[in-house]
């Protein structure tokens, strides 16, 4: 199988500022990669060049094998950007934000379909925000709000989630829960993450000690779940029913 993620000699400048200098790494399959760096490393340019929102210098990006210019199966990538504080005035509801993960710019216009409601219903079920699902998203909680963007990455059933700082504005106990809800997610869910934070205590005990790669001041951590059983099935509610103890409320996250 083609690695999710293969990087070779990838360097992104703004202007002359050169950010990332000649990085080279993979991941695959159910990879979770950790990517710690101080302030300005280049951790956010680096995900918005793996999501095609910037365009590398130079060097080669490919993702599941294809090279990204050729590359055209977006909702097989879920992302969440950076937190940035959203207008309470925004007027989109939750299940609104929710849904427009489903669509890409070309199904912009299509018809909403009784499984595109399922899978949204499944996603905010999974995230335990269903009880928010006609709330306008600009009036939850920082927290809440983290919830549904994380629904709307996950509802076109990504095989790769790409976290940016995904816990930055959130307290210690709900990002103590958030992260053993991702850990959960790897161990029963077919996705690769690669997750951005600077709660290097959390990220290294999960993902180990000693970075797999270093390139300038990015490190990362990696853990593979190779080996791990593979659901086939890959539906949230699934993948739920998989919870240890199905019965158990999946940890609290506010
Ligand atoms: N649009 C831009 N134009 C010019 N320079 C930029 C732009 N965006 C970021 N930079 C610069 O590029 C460098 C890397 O920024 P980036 O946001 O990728 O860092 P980061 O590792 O994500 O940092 P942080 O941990 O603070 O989020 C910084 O020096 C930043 O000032």
Same mark, same amino acid.
């Given at each position: 199988? &083609?690695?999710?993620?293969?990087?070779?000699?990838?360097?992104?400048?703004?202007?002359?500022?050169?950010?990332?200098?000649?990085?080279?790494?993979?991941?695959?399959?159910?990879?979770?990669?950790?990517?710690?760096?101080?302030?300005?490393?280049?951790?956010?340019?680096?995900? =918005?060049?793996?999501?095609?929102? @910037?365009?590398?210098?130079?060097? /080669?990006?490919?993702?599941?094998?294809?090279?990204?210019? $050729?590359?055209?199966?977006?909702?097989?990538?879920?992302?969440?950007?950076? =937190?940035?504080?959203?207008?309470?005035?925004?007027? &989109?509801?939750?299940?609104?934000?929710?849904?427009?993960?489903?669509?890409? =710019?070309?199904? @912009?216009?299509?018809?909403?379909?009784? /499984?595109?409601?399922?899978?949204?219903?499944?996603?905010?079920?999974?995230?335990?925000?269903?009880?928010?699902?006609?709330?306008?998203?600009?009036?939850?909680?920082?927290?809440?709000? $983290?919830?549904?963007?994380?629904?709307?990455?996950?509802?076109?059933?990504?095989?790769?989630?790409?976290?940016?700082?995904?816990?930055?504005?959130?307290? &210690? /106990?709900? $990002?103590?829960?958030?992260?053993?809800?991702?850990?959960?997610?790897?161990?029963?869910?077919?996705?690769?993450?690669?997750?951005?934070?600077?709660?290097?205590?959390?990220?290294?005990?999960?993902?180990?000690?000693?970075?797999?790669?270093?390139?300038?001041?990015?490190?990362?951590?990696?853990?593979?779940?190779?080996?791990?059983?593979?659901?086939? /099935?890959?539906?949230?509610?699934?993948?739920?029913?998989?919870?240890?103890?199905?019965?158990?409320?999946?940890?609290?996250?506010?």
């Amino acid at each position: 199988m &083609a690695p999710v993620i293969e990087v070779r000699n990838l360097s992104f400048s703004y202007d002359d500022k050169k950010v990332i200098e000649d990085l080279s790494f993979q991941m695959n399959a159910r990879d979770f990669v950790g990517l710690i760096g101080s302030n300005g490393a280049g951790k956010t340019t680096l995900l =918005k060049t793996l999501v095609g929102l @910037l365009k590398p210098t130079s060097g /080669e990006l490919l993702l599941f094998g294809k090279p990204i210019r $050729q590359f055209d199966e977006w909702s097989r990538i879920g992302y969440v950007p950076q =937190k940035n504080a959203l207008n309470p005035l925004f007027p &989109a509801t939750v299940r609104e934000v929710v849904l427009s993960g489903l669509y890409g =710019k070309r199904k @912009l216009y299509r018809r909403i379909t009784a /499984e595109d409601r399922q899978r949204c219903d499944d996603a905010l079920y999974a995230m335990q925000i269903a009880d928010l699902a006609d709330r306008r998203i600009g009036q939850l909680s920082g927290g809440q709000q $983290q919830r549904a963007f994380l629904a709307r990455a996950l509802v076109g059933n990504p095989e790769l989630l790409i976290l940016d700082e995904p816990t930055v504005g959130i307290d &210690a /106990e709900t $990002q103590r829960s958030f992260f053993s809800m991702l850990r959960h997610m790897h161990a029963h869910h077919n996705i690769a993450f690669l997750m951005v934070s600077h709660d290097v205590d959390m990220m290294r005990a999960y993902l180990g000690d000693s970075p797999a790669a270093t390139s300038g001041k990015l490190k990362f951590y990696v853990k593979s779940m190779d080996g791990a059983a593979s659901c086939r /099935e890959t539906d949230l509610t699934h993948a739920l029913k998989d919870w240890p103890g199905a019965s158990e409320p999946i940890p609290a996250y506010q």
